[in-house]
């Protein structure tokens, strides 16, 4: 368990957190997350909300997980990247709650509603400091990312609140265990891992069919089946060659994989991987990428990261993909339960149409949310699932949950057949940040409350 919470603030009293009663420390900043989060939720339908007033017990340290989660909102410009971008970053996005005047102002419902001018003011402060927050965490990962060796603890307390674009391919390899923490292996690591996809590709995937098995030969059929259908709405992924890449990359896994072979749904689950390595070869959207302008050594390095990091996720899910995916079923199952303590309400309507929760949250669980939620959002959530390292699967529960009851208010006017249709085509085509990151918050402070009582999720 690690107690390890970084402070994203720019407050230069963080390098002397590890000096602090730890208790005192955890507490505060749990209450400093719910602050946030209340401050978020002002004057929105929150189920389940009288958690938000619990905390008259002290708080269990004991039963945190590893999670960097000091957490308030953070930005997609966190995605940010270059000092340049930083402008466009004040004009466009709302106030931070990280900063402490957001937080006063969100949580205190009997000051006065300020004056227009004020009001301003105070705007602009709280864009300075949301700025100010952003370069501080860009300088606390450029800082991390260029010691001798990584701190893995430290690099997934940044993580969790998203990661710069331009630094994902590094982190998200580090995160994985893919690329080792020291700088002066890493290089070399890198290139015999790429060479032995290579020799793997040769040996299982560019053979003629007569020297494969009828099963190998029909899984092959159906993953030439699924490409196409990967994320149909980007363009990019509808590329001969991207599709020829992520072929190879999932009848190889596949093949090296035999307890679960190909699912479907692994094939979602290489696209995030694609696009953030993609990234490091291709400038500007990637609706303007095309795999032409790769040589063939660049795309053989991507599929080579793509492979090794899909299969590093997959070794703390295994039961996921494995037959009748049991993995996946168990997590259905403490969904219903968690849902059911957290929204007892919603809990009895879905029960009394008859709703299961398999009819909708298996697809969710099998594609780590990639199908519910916008592409671009994509690459932020899976920030915080490579962050949260072994302990994804429990936490994936929280998320499913906070994820549903975003929609508590309208589950309850639905009957049966509405809720299914609903559930699985969720309005969610113009989310932005924002409300990822609400779906994100909720799930942390649910997770932290429940956490020291595992019964709650046992029938």
């Known amino acids: 368990m690690k107690n390890t919470v970084n402070n994203i603030n720019n407050d230069p009293a963080d390098d002397n957190d590890a000096n602090k009663d730890p208790v005192a420390t955890l507490d505060s900043r749990f209450n400093q997350t719910l602050k946030s989060v209340q401050g978020l939720l002002k004057g929105r339908s929150f189920p389940g909300k009288v958690l938000l007033s619990r905390q008259t017990e002290p708080f269990d340290t004991s039963s945190i997980h590893g999670s960097p989660r000091g957490y308030g909102r953070s ?15 004040v004009e466009e996005q709302s106030p931070s709650v990280d900063s402490n005047e957001s937080n006063d102002s969100a949580v205190s419902n009997s000051k006065p509603s300020p004056s227009p001018v004020s009001s301003s003011k105070e705007s602009q402060k709280t864009l300075l400091s949301a700025r100010a927050t952003d370069t501080a965490r860009v300088m606390k990962f450029k800082k991390e990312l260029s010691a001798p060796t990584v701190t893995l603890d430290k690099l997934r307390a940044l993580a969790w609140n998203g990661v710069p674009s331009y630094m994902r391919p590094v982190v998200w390899r ?20 790429r060479l032995e996809y290579l020799d793997c590709v040769a040996q299982y995937y560019d053979i003629p069919d007569s020297e494969r098995s009828d099963d190998e030969i029909n899984m092959l059929r159906q993953i ?18 991207v599709q020829k890449s992520l072929e190879r990359i999932l009848y190889t896994w596949a093949i090296r994989h035999p307890a679960s072979g190909y699912v479907q749904g692994i094939n979602d689950l290489v696209t995030p991987f694609l696009v953030v390595f993609l ?11 095309s795999s032409l302008d790769l040589s063939k050594d660049k795309i053989a390095d ?29 997590l259905v199952f403490k969904l219903r339960e968690l849902v059911r303590r957290i929204d007892e309400p919603v809990s009895k309507h879905m029960e009394q149409h008859g709703l299961e929760f398999l009819q909708f949250a298996f697809r969710w669980f099998n594609c780590l949310l990639i199908r519910e939620i916008p592409f671009p959002l994509v690459n932020r959530l899976w920030d915080t699932y490579l962050a949260e390292g072994d302990a994804l699967p429990d936490f ?9 009851l975003t929609w508590s208010d309208k589950i309850h006017k639905l009957d049966f057949q509405e809720m299914v249709m609903f559930l699985q085509h969720l309005p969610t085509l113009n989310w932005q940040d924002q409300e990822l990151e609400m779906v994100l918050s909720r799930a942390y402070m649910w997770h932290t409350m429940f956490n020291s009582s595992p019964s709650h999720l046992a029938s």
């Open 396 to 404: 994936l529960v929280y998320i499913a949950a906070s994820f549903l």
């Open 75 to 89: 930005y997609s410009q966190n995605d940010a990247g270059p000092s340049e971008q930083e402008d466009n970053f």
């Open 302 to 330: 991507v599929e080579a990261d793509c492979y090794w990091c899909l299969s590093k996720l997959l070794d703390g899910m295994q039961d996921h993909y494995t037959f009748a995916q049991p993995g996946i079923q168990r």
């Open 174 to 193: 580090l995160l994985l265990g893919y690329a080792p923490p020291n700088s002066d292996r890493r290089e070399g690591v890198l290139r015999r891992k």
């Open 279 to 289: 990234s490091e070869h291709l400038e500007g959207s990637i609706d303007t990428w």
């Open 224 to 241: 030439q089946v699924d490409c196409p259908r990967t994320v149909p709405d980007v363009t990019f992924f509808q590329q001969p060659a």
